[in-house]
């Protein structure tokens, strides 16, 4: 399994600028989680889709961003207009289950706004 | 102030020694516990996850501890080697919601 991909592995946009983040979770897997992660905050949970509906959207910062999943395959992170106190890293991941299963997390995506 | 909390901040220890990273948390109700291993530019690894009932688990190298009487994990390290540097995360899960350490930051030399 290639385990859960995301893309692109960095991304360099200045302010206003739209931003799209994706991720292809593992198959089977019927939960998907976006996280952010900075040094000064840890790891955040920002939306989680169960069956691709969003179930807890509570830890989106703001209307600036939305998350979409179309189908089990791909799930959409979009930051409209970006700020520069988005730069961070944003991981996607995805589990069998929500509660006991551990969470496997692709390797992030590298924000930066300038 | 965090729900989970991990001590040390960071740590730095020679190759082939034992280390111990703690984890005390205050959430509640209480599901499970999990520690991940986060290398740098990579990211978070599952080494295990204990319910309520399990007091020890064991991943190669890495046992974790639990004591949900005091609320407090712990992982230690066997034999430590340079690849096991990395960022060790705390996470508990209650509520149907995961609540995560700032980690441990943890630098193994030669």
């Known amino acids: 399994d290639a385990g859960v991909i995301q893309s692109p592995r960095h991304e360099v946009t200045e302010m206003g600028q739209e931003v799209t983040l994706r991720c292809k979770p593992i198959?089977?897997?019927?939960?998907l989680f976006w996280y952010r992660q900075t040094m000064m905050r840890g790891l955040e949970l920002l939306i989680y889709?169960?069956?691709?509906?969003?179930?807890?959207d509570s830890g989106m910062p703001e209307d600036r961003f939305s998350a979409k999943m179309p189908n089990a395959s791909f799930s959409t992170l979009k930051i409209q207009p970006s700020e520069p106190r988005d730069s961070a890293v944003y991981f996607c991941?995805?589990?069998?289950?929500?509660?006991?299963?551990?969470?496997?997390f692709g390797n992030g995506t590298r924000l930066t706004v300038t | 102030k965090n729900q989970v909390e991990q001590s040390p901040q960071s740590l730095i220890i020679l190759e082939g020694k034992n280390c111990t990273l703690q984890c005390n948390y205050t959430v509640s109700p209480f599901s499970n516990l999990r520690w991940y291993k986060q290398d740098t530019g990579r990211g978070p690894v599952s080494l295990t996850i204990?319910?309520?009932?399990?007091n020890t688990k064991s991943n190669g190298r890495y046992t974790a501890t639990l004591d949900a009487d005091t609320k407090q994990s712990s992982l230690h390290i066997t034999a430590s080697q340079l690849s096991d540097s990395a960022s060790y995360i705390c996470v508990v899960s209650a509520s149907g919601k995961l609540q995560f350490g700032a980690g441990t930051q943890v630098v193994v030399t030669p």
């Open positions: 198959s089977g897997h019927d939960y």
């Open positions: 889709f169960n069956n691709n509906v969003p179930i807890d």
């Open positions: 991941a995805s589990s069998s289950d929500g509660r006991d299963s551990p969470l496997h």
């Open positions: 204990m319910t309520f009932s399990e």
